[in-house]
């Protein structure tokens, strides 16, 4: 698919990244995606800078033991607005 955007996520770090690129190529600054969610504009920030909490690091130790690779894409119907 041609203007495809896609990642590999090995962190919490890459999708930080992933999600920082996809919310503002929507238009959207971080406290409207958080009112919009539900959630403060602080957890994005932090989900955004890809801080690290228990849950995805044993997550992402998950992951690399298994040899998973985790694969962001926008949708079909976002990537080409």
């Known amino acids: ?3 495809e955007r896609w ?7 890459d999708i930080g990244r992933f999600v920082r690129q ?8 971080q406290a409207a995606l958080a009112d919009e ?3 403060t504009r602080q957890y994005v920030s932090e989900m955004e800078s890809g801080v690290d909490n ?5 997550l992402f ?3 690399d033991a ?6 962001l894409a926008e949708r079909a119907d976002r990537a080409g607005e």
Do not use: Q
């Open 66 to 71: 298994l040899d998973i690779d985790v694969r």
């Open 61 to 63: 130790e998950m992951f």
């Open 22 to 29: 996809a919310r503002k190529g929507a238009g959207l600054s």
């Open 54 to 58: 228990l849950y995805i690091t044993r």
């Open 37 to 39: 969610l539900g959630l």
């Open 1 to 3: 698919m041609d203007g």
């Open 7 to 13: 990642a590999v996520a090995r962190s919490p770090r």
